[in-house]
C-alpha cells in the first residue's frame, strides 16, 4: 500500500469517528435539556391547576349553652354571637380574618378551616 494512501484513509475515519464522537454527544446534550423542559413544564402546569382548584372548607362551630359543646352550622351566625379569633384554626396554615359581616380565607392549597363562635354575654 503507498503511504499516501494510508495517511488519506486514516485522516478520513479520524474525522469520521470525531464528528460521530460529537453528533452522539450533541444528541445526548439536546435530550437532557428536553426531559429536564419537559419536566419542568409539566410541574408548572400541575402547580397551577392545584391553585385553581383549591378546596377550602369552612366550618362554623357554634358554642350550644344546652349540650355545653361546639356544633358545626351551615352558616356564620350573624347577630347575638362573638367571632373567638384564638380558637379559630386552619389545618394546614391558611390565614383566616374576620370581616364585618363574612370570613376571608387565603390560602395556597387545599385546607379545612373551623370559625368559633359563642354567644355575647
Avoid: H, Q, W
Avoid at 6 to 25: C, D, G
Avoid at 26 to 50: C, G, P, Q, T, W
Wanted: proline content about 1%.
Amino acid at each position: 500500500m503507498k503511504k499516501n494512501g494510508f495517511i488519506s484513509t486514516t485522516l478520513i475515519y479520524t474525522f469520521f469517528v470525531i464528528f460521530l464522537a460529537l453528533m452522539i454527544f450533541l444528541v445526548n446534550s439536546y435530550s437532557k435539556n428536553r426531559f429536564m423542559l419537559n419536566e419542568y413544564k409539566d410541574k408548572i402546569k400541575n402547580d397551577f391547576a392545584e391553585n385553581n382548584n383549591l378546596d377550602i372548607n369552612l366550618y362554623f362551630m357554634v358554642y350550644n349553652e344546652k349540650t355545653k359543646e361546639y356544633e358545626v352550622e351551615y352558616n356564620m351566625p350573624k347577630e347575638g354571637y362573638i367571632y373567638k379569633d384564638e380558637y379559630s384554626y386552619c389545618k394546614n396554615g391558611s390565614v383566616m380574618v374576620k370581616k364585618e359581616d363574612r370570613i376571608e380565607v387565603k390560602a395556597n392549597k387545599k385546607d379545612s378551616c373551623y370559625a368559633y363562635f359563642e354567644k355575647e354575654l
